[in-house]
T-cell receptor, first 119, second 113 residues
Framework: GAVVSQHPSRVICKSGTSVKIECRSL??????MFWYRQFPKKSLMLMAT?????????EQGVEKDKFLINHASLTLSTLTVTSAHPEDSSFYIC???????????????FGQGTRLTVV | AQTVTQSQPEMSVQEAETVTLSCTYD???????LFWYKQPPSRQMILVIR??????QNATENRFSVNFQKAAKSFSLKISDSQLGDAAMYFC??????????FGTGTSLTVIP
């Protein structure tokens, strides 16, 4: 199946600093990527939709100035947590559904996730 | 509004037994795909099974099968001959034509040896 690589898998940063998380589709092109946040034993909360060549679409309640998303190419999207606070500590997951609909690749492929700890 | 409901936050099953996880969803669309994803302790999301809404036949993948009731908007997952490695969080989800996925709240499955 298709592979989505997310990096880093774990990161610890100090309050007030910024952290960048990368999400790459390794063997397919993704015009859209999704960024989720997951709290312990909870569901995936969609934060934003990353669109190649245009601005990201943020879900209600998500601060776009705090969670900067850049879809730099058809295989790369980045999420930057700016001026991180301890409450930003969480598990962040990206996913990329290949564009085909009636083809085999209709499911989303997920990155390994990034555990962010802000101290 | 697009919603997915998993009414069982936690379930347990004896090893080798069968368990069914429930899922209901709400959409006004007629064309969509339904999925069950598994998230083990590693937290990597793994596709378990997929169902096309336009197909009436229930999908099966080895020990995993679904009961898809389109009119009732129900999509339950049956795990037969449960194994210790099946212990995980299970998420029901559906996808519309526009790439958007909607996930349920998850069911934590414990397998008892």
């Amino acid at each position: 199946g298709a592979v989505v690589s997310q990096h880093p898998s774990r990161v610890i940063c100090k309050s007030g600093t910024s952290v960048k998380i990368e999400c790459r589709s390794l063997d397919f092109q993704a015009t859209t990527m999704f960024w989720y946040r997951q709290f312990p034993k909870k569901s995936l909360m969609l934060m934003a939709t990353s669109n190649e060549g245009s601005k990201a679409t943020y879900e209600q309640g998500v601060e776009k100035d705090k969670f900067l998303i850049n879809h730099a190419s058809l295989t790369l999207s980045t999420l930057t947590v700016t001026s991180a606070h301890p409450e930003d500590s969480s598990f962040y997951i990206c996913s990329a559904p290949p564009s085909s609909w009636r083809g085999q690749n209709t499911e989303a492929f997920f990155g390994q996730g990034t555990r962010l700890t802000v101290v | 509004a697009q919603t997915v409901t998993q009414s069982q936050p936690e379930m347990s099953v004896q090893e080798a037994e069968t368990v069914t996880l429930s899922c209901t969803y709400d959409t006004s669309e007629s064309d969509y795909y339904l999925f069950w994803y598994k998230q083990p302790p590693s937290r990597q999301m793994i596709l378990v099974i997929r169902q096309e809404a336009y197909k009436q036949q229930n999908a099966t993948e080895n020990r995993f099968s679904v009961n898809f009731q389109k009119a009732a908007k129900s999509f339950s997952l049956k795990i037969s001959d449960s194994q210790l490695g099946d212990a995980a969080m299970y998420f029901c989800a559906y996808r519309l034509t526009g790439n958007q996925f909607y996930f349920g709240t998850g069911t934590s499955l414990t397998v008892i040896p």
